[in-house]
């Protein structure tokens, strides 16, 4: 082992974890997943076979407290996010965790706070930054092609039916539903994109207040109007219950902007073609993304390699041990993880007192 290998820690060995951040930290040179923790021992005993791992717990209070682990990763459900990742930045560890970051705008920011103060590298797993159409729009957009915004929109949907999600319908583990699953991420778009949200009107909804004979007290449906500092105004929609859409990435992940000169439509189905239409045009046409944003800068992934469609998360774990190594912040970051939480507080706040609510 040369002396430049990060040593990673992975908290939460489920779903996420092996289709994700495993593969993606195999493309990183000189790092090692040398810990695995998860609460279910069966899991664990799969994680440390497929990982080899040399370290494993069921605690994750004995992994963040070893001098032999850099950096930790966390993917557990929501509720568990805030207390493992102060715990990792009270050792110095460096921190990716999923999203949503907390089950409320306070202890988000305090992760983000308590990492800056402790100098180490945070990150959130906004997975869907790393579409490359995603981050050619982006571009596009910082080089002045929309102009002036005028309009976000984005539509999320997804068929996930009756079946039961798991610690996902409980809401004191996961907080809410499709708010934190799927549209968190789209509220993060939205403000990388256009900027701040300034205020937001909300409706959640729960249509399956069973899933599987068991309860579900958590959103399958909700919708935020929303207004932007810098005027623009926003419509954001996600539900679980679209029957027959399929899930995934087989199913729509719709945005569309329109600005003062343009409009750009975004899908995640179409990871390296737009919709561009100009003002006065003929209509919307497909805008082929150039190479240099098939991956994610120095990324070494073959973007040939594998499903596309699945593919582009593995530079999240890229940007992460890169931003550890060259000791620089991480894209995105905690403080972009908190900014989505805020939004997400207002939203389940104006749902229950049915009125707009200012960020
Ligand atoms: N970025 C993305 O696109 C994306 C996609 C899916 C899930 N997620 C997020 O990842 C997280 C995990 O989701 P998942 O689908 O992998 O869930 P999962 O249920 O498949 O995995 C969670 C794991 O955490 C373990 N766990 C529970 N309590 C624990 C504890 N105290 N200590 C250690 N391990 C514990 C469970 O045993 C389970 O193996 C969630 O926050 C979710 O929102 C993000």
């Given at each position: 082992?040369?002396?430049?290998?990060?040593?990673?820690?992975?908290?939460?060995?489920?779903?996420?974890?092996?289709?994700?951040?495993?593969p993606?930290?195999?493309l990183?040179?000189?790092?090692?997943?040398?810990?695995?923790?998860?609460?279910?021992?069966?899991?664990?005993?799969?994680?440390?076979?497929?990982t080899?791992a040399?370290?494993?717990?069921?605690?994750?209070?004995?992994?963040?407290?070893?001098?032999?682990?850099?950096?930790?990763?966390?993917?557990?459900?929501?509720?568990?996010?805030?207390?493992?990742?102060?715990?990792?930045?009270?050792?110095?560890?460096?921190?990716?965790?999923?999203?949503?970051?907390?089950?409320?705008?306070?202890?988000?920011?305090?992760m983000?706070?308590?990492?800056?103060?402790?100098?180490?590298?945070?990150?959130?797993?906004?997975?869907?930054?790393?579409?490359?159409?995603?981050?050619?729009?982006?571009?596009?957009?910082?080089?002045?092609?929309?102009?002036?915004?005028?309009?976000?929109?984005?539509?999320?949907?997804?068929?996930?039916?009756?079946?039961?999600?798991?610690?996902?319908?409980?809401?004191?583990?996961?907080?809410?539903?499709e708010?934190?699953?799927?549209?968190s991420?789209?509220?993060?778009?939205?403000?990388?994109?256009?900027?701040?949200?300034?205020?937001?009107?909300?409706?959640?909804?729960?249509?399956?207040?069973?899933?599987?004979?068991?309860?579900?007290?958590?959103?399958?449906?909700?919708?935020?109007?929303?207004?932007?500092?810098?005027?623009?105004?926003?419509?954001?929609?996600?539900?679980?219950?679209?029957?027959?859409?399929?899930?995934?990435?087989?199913?729509?992940?719709?945005?569309?902007?329109?600005?003062?000169?343009?409009?750009?439509?975004f899908?995640?189905?179409?990871?390296?073609?737009?919709?561009?239409?100009?003002?006065?045009?003929?209509?919307?046409?497909?805008?082929?993304?150039?190479?240099?944003?098939?991956?994610?800068?120095?990324?070494?992934?073959?973007?040939?390699?594998?499903d596309?469609?699945?593919?582009?998360?593995?530079?999240q774990?890229?940007?992460?041990?890169?931003?550890?190594?060259?000791g620089?912040?991480?894209?995105?970051?905690?403080?972009?993880?908190?900014?989505t939480?805020?939004v997400?507080?207002a939203?389940?706040r104006?749902?229950?007192?049915?009125?707009?609510?200012?960020?």
């Open positions: 082992m040369s002396m430049s290998t990060i040593n990673v820690a992975i908290i939460g060995c489920g779903g996420i974890s092996l289709q994700n951040h495993l993606g930290l195999a990183c040179r000189d790092t090692r997943v040398t810990a695995v923790c998860d609460s279910n021992p069966t899991t664990l005993e799969a994680a440390r076979q497929k080899g040399t370290i494993t717990s069921t605690r994750y209070e004995d992994i963040v407290t070893r001098d032999d682990i850099q950096a930790v990763i966390i993917a557990t459900p929501n509720l568990l996010h805030p207390p493992i990742a102060l715990a990792a930045i009270r050792h110095g560890k460096h921190v990716l965790c999923e999203k949503p970051l907390a089950l409320n705008v306070g202890d988000a920011r305090e983000a706070t308590a990492a800056d103060h402790a100098g180490v590298r945070h990150m959130t797993a906004f997975t869907y930054r790393f579409v490359p159409a995603m981050r050619y729009l982006g571009h596009l957009i910082r080089q002045g092609e929309l102009g002036q915004p005028y309009h976000y929109r984005s539509c999320r949907l997804q068929d996930w039916g009756t079946r039961n999600v798991g610690w996902r319908q409980i809401k004191q583990l996961a907080g809410t539903g708010l934190g699953d799927m549209l991420h789209r509220i993060d778009f939205a403000q990388h994109l256009i900027g701040p949200m300034k205020r937001i009107v909300a409706n959640v909804k729960n249509l399956t207040p069973l899933r599987d004979g068991q309860p579900n007290d958590t959103d399958d449906w909700v919708a935020i109007l929303a207004e932007f500092i810098d005027g623009a105004t926003g419509v954001l929609e996600s539900s679980k219950l679209a029957s027959g859409r399929n899930e995934s990435w087989r199913s729509l992940d719709y945005v569309e902007l329109n600005g003062s000169q343009a409009s750009f439509e899908t995640t189905g179409k990871w390296n073609e737009l919709q561009y239409g100009k003002l006065g045009g003929p209509g919307m046409k497909p805008l082929p993304v150039p190479r240099e944003f098939w991956t994610w800068p120095g990324s070494p992934r073959d973007p040939g390699a594998g596309p469609m699945i593919s582009f998360r593995y530079d774990a890229f940007e992460f041990i890169d931003a550890i190594r060259n620089r912040p991480c894209v995105p970051s905690f403080h972009d993880g908190a900014r939480q805020a997400m507080d939203a389940v104006s749902a229950d007192t049915r009125a707009w609510v200012d960020l």
